[in-house]
Nanobody, 122 residues
Framework: VQLQASGGGLVQAGGSLRLSCAAS????????MGWFRQAPGKEREFVAV????????YYADSVKGRFTISRDNAKNTGYLQMNSLTPEDTAVYYC????????????????WGQGTQVTVSS
């Protein structure tokens, strides 16, 4: 599976962005999908995950209530709707798929996209 993240950009604090993660291949619907982010000088951190069926969704506390993860298996695409953005959300955002282990750990994911930059200005 190849993943392509897109939708990043520059937005003012309080604004919104929607990230997309397009997957190649016909097996995307079988995999859980997660979003991570990495700010300059920091480790990559978990943001959200959605199970293959879409029934199990979990968020990092820092984004709960502001971000929404979703997926459209018919389109082989996952999404991350980000609202009420703050400068602390500035990072490169990565999508990942196929979990073996803890959904919050980067080492649990087999496939990764290339990342998309999100910059939130104050």
């Amino acid at each position: 599976v190849q993943l392509q993240a897109s939708g990043g950009g520059l937005v003012q604090a309080g604004g919104s962005l929607r990230l997309s993660c397009a997957a190649s291949g016909r097996t995307f619907s079988r995999y859980s999908m997660g979003w991570f982010r990495q700010a300059p000088g920091k480790e990559r951190e978990f943001v959200a995950v959605i199970r293959s069926s879409g029934s199990g969704i979990y968020y990092a506390d820092s984004v709960k209530g502001r971000f929404t993860i979703s997926r459209d298996n018919a389109k082989n695409t996952g999404y991350l709707q980000m609202n009420s953005l703050t400068p602390e959300d500035t990072a490169v955002y990565y999508c990942a798929a196929d979990i073996s282990g803890s959904y919050g750990s980067t080492t649990s994911y087999k496939y990764w996209g290339q990342g998309t930059q999100v910059t939130v200005s104050s």
